[in-house]
T-cell receptor
Framework: NAGVTQTPKFRILKIGQSMTLQCTQD?????MYWYRQDPGMGLKLIYYSVGAGITDKGEVPNGYNVSRSTTEDFPLRLELAAPSQTSVYFC???????????FGQGTRLTVV | AQKVTQAQTEISVVEKEDVTLDCVYE???????LFWYKQPPSGELVFLIRRNSFDEQNEISGRYSWNFQKSTSSFNFTITASQVVDSAVYFC????????????????FGRGTQLTVWP
């Protein structure tokens, strides 16, 4: 099993550009998450989804959008990138509430 | 209010010392789940343990042990005879069940404790 796969691993964006961070899981998990981790800080929830077609905002959704058209994929869209979005982004998935989450390797994004 | 509080931002110990990482959580649910994750310097997040709210039995796995106390809403993690390889950021997390509305499915993380073990 590949688990949770995130692409790209690294990216540099210019201010105002847009991009999509890809996340796919092959474990048939219902729940998927996007977190960001700023240097020396914890994980902040951006968006999450409890199933295909269902998404909800987390703590820091501004400047991001998501969609969940399939169980496997949960892309994160950054519109009009800003330096404040420089961070490491983690995608995660889990089967249900009592299950542990599996994390992708992370995407290191720098906005200059 | 923080759902999960890890009051210790950084801890430094010398190898072979025992160290306890604190985690205090807040929930009104009777059914919930607690987790610990490790993030080594390489950056990936590694699952360590899961505990549900109905199981207060302490867990020991090698040098690691977890003390879950509902009375104090705490789920503390102890490393015995710490090693340099234990150096990492450790996160405690909470998942609530049987919660109506938009909080269903959310996974709350504490801010993490940076543990440094010196040789």
């Amino acid at each position: 099993n590949a688990g949770v796969t995130q692409t790209p691993k690294f990216r540099i964006l210019k201010i105002g550009q847009s991009m999509t961070l890809q996340c796919t899981q092959d474990m048939n998990h219902n729940y998927m998450y996007w977190y960001r981790q700023d240097p020396g800080m914890g994980l902040k929830l951006i968006y999450y989804s409890v199933g295909a077609g269902i998404t909800d905002k987390g703590e820091v959704p501004n400047g991001y959008n998501v969609s969940r058209s399939t169980t496997e994929d949960f892309p994160l869209r950054l519109e009009l990138a800003a330096p404040s979005q420089t961070s490491v982004y983690f995608c995660a998935s889990r089967y249900r509430d009592g299950s542990e989450a599996f994390f992708g390797q992370g995407t290191r994004l720098t906005v200059v | 209010a923080q759902k999960v509080t890890q009051a210790q931002t950084e801890i430094s110990v010398v190898e072979k010392e025992d160290v306890t990482l604190d985690c205090v959580y807040e929930t009104r649910d009777t059914t919930y789940y607690l987790f610990w994750y490790k993030q080594p310097p390489s950056g990936e997040l590694v699952f360590l343990i899961r505990r549900n709210s109905f199981d207060e039995q302490n867990e020991i796995s090698g040098r690691y042990s977890w003390n879950f106390q509902k009375s104090t809403s705490s789920f503390n993690f102890t490393i015995t005879a710490s090693q340099v390889v234990d150096s990492a950021v450790y996160f405690c997390a909470l998942s609530e069940a049987k919660v109506k509305g938009s909080t269903l499915g959310r996974l709350y993380f504490g801010r993490g404790t940076q543990l440094t073990v010196w040789p």
